[in-house]
């Protein structure tokens, strides 16, 4: 099974329009983190967020938000007013503590297209 | 202050030679990560370094992958007798720490694309 899922390859939002990325996981790990990473066309990789897996409160940092959901396993991450420059690759990742130290597993990312 | 930085930004080989592949982490990092990602796909984790301790290789994919990280700071990751489904771009990341935490984002250097010809 996938550790990490995300469904949808592409998305598209109009400027100013908040969007919302899917991410689910897959762990058996009680102790873990979720972590959102962005890659521009350039190919470097921009740390975004990070939401802990015993964080009472969903995760914030100016546009970005993460909507955890723990009994569902999903951890969708929100970005307010979306500018041009959010066009990038989008990917979701996982940290188990218990089975992998801190290497992180990566789901196969978003493709997102902020348009005029 | 200086990010990750890894060299070559680009390699080209042919079916056959050996490459090495140069990391830089960021001074004061204690943990260095090597992934893969290959066209279109997501990050695939071969080895990470904490340390002093063994280095996690769990994710190398054949022994023709090897690497280490000299005197705390530096890897290097070598593949041997180089493959065309190596090619990929090779991407190293250091942390502060290898414990959990928030403060343990990894930052990632600008990738080594290698061509395997």
């Known amino acids: 099974a996938q550790k990490i899922t995300q469904t949808q390859p592409g998305m598209f939002v109009q400027e100013k329009e908040a969007v919302t990325l899917d991410c689910t996981y897959d762990t058996s790990d009680p102790s873990y983190g979720l972590f959102w990473y962005k890659q521009p066309s350039s190919g470097e990789m921009i740390f975004l967020i990070y939401q802990g897996s015993y964080d009472q409160q969903n995760a914030t940092e100016g546009r970005y938000s993460l909507n955890f959901q723990k009994a569902r396993k999903s951890a969708n991450l929100v970005i307010s007013a979306s500018q041009l420059g959010d066009s990038a690759m989008y990917f979701c990742?996982?940290?188990?503590?218990?089975?992998?130290?801190?290497?992180?597993?990566f789901g196969t990312g978003t493709q997102l297209k902020v348009e005029l | 202050g200086a990010g990750v930085s890894q060299s070559p930004s680009n390699k080209v080989t042919e079916k056959g030679k050996d490459v090495e592949l140069r990391c830089d982490p960021i001074?004061?990092?204690?943990?260095l990560y090597w992934y893969r990602q290959s066209l279109g796909q997501g990050l695939e984790f071969l080895i990470y370094?904490?340390?002093?301790?063994?280095?996690?290789k769990s994710g190398l994919p054949s022994d023709r992958f090897s690497a280490e990280r000299t005197g705390g700071s530096v890897s290097t990751l070598t593949i041997q007798r180089t493959q065309q489904e190596d090619s990929a771009v090779y991407l190293c990341?250091?942390?502060?720490?290898?414990?959990?935490?928030?403060?343990?984002?990894?930052?990632f250097g600008p990738g080594t694309r290698l061509t395997v010809l």
């Open positions: 990341a250091s942390s502060f720490l290898a414990s959990g935490g928030r403060h343990n984002e990894q930052f």
């Open positions: 001074s004061g990092h204690t943990a």
């Open positions: 370094f904490q340390g002093n301790s063994a280095p996690d």
């Open positions: 990742a996982m940290r188990e503590v218990r089975g992998g130290g801190n290497k992180l597993t």
